[in-house]
């Protein structure tokens, strides 16, 4: 129990582990592995430039974790988040729209509103809830009417 309480003293004062941390030691374990693969290969070269970049990522990460200026590592922090809510938003509607298997998604031909619509087999009409207009959707693939 000593250890635990002197090793919580130690991190007293210190940023700790975030998501820009975990994004570092993830890119830094991918490195790892490709330098890993590349080392007994006529690509040598390669290998090298692998390893500096995983051992550059794996200390860079060590040193936000242990930084003791808390305010610059938070910034850096919400930098990341900023620029990975760019590209995250999107992959997560798509993975939505092509893993449902009960619904699928249609975008309203005048507003261009997203609709998200039973996925069941045939010709069917539906309305668009933000401006009303009634248009024709064909579902080939889904459940028997």
Request: glycine share 6%; proline share 3%.
């Amino acid at each position: 129990m000593d250890l635990i309480n002197r090793f919580r003293r130690f991190m007293n004062g210190r940023y700790g582990y975030d998501q820009f941390g975990r994004f570092l030691f993830i890119v830094s374990l991918v490195f790892w592995a490709l330098s890993g693969v590349l080392r007994f290969t006529p690509l040598r070269r390669l290998y090298f430039i692998f390893w500096a970049l995983n051992t550059v990522l794996y200390a860079y990460a060590i040193f936000r974790i242990l930084s003791k200026n808390v305010w610059k590592r938070a910034a850096e922090n919400e930098r990341y988040l900023r620029v990975r809510e760019r590209f995250i938003p999107g992959w997560r509607k798509f993975r939505t729209e092509k893993l449902d298997k009960d619904y699928f998604f249609k975008r309203c031909p005048k507003c261009d509103a997203r609709l998200r619509l039973r996925r069941i087999r045939g010709k069917h009409t539906t309305k668009c809830p933000k401006c009303g207009t009634k248009f024709t959707v064909w579902v080939l693939f889904g459940s028997a009417p």
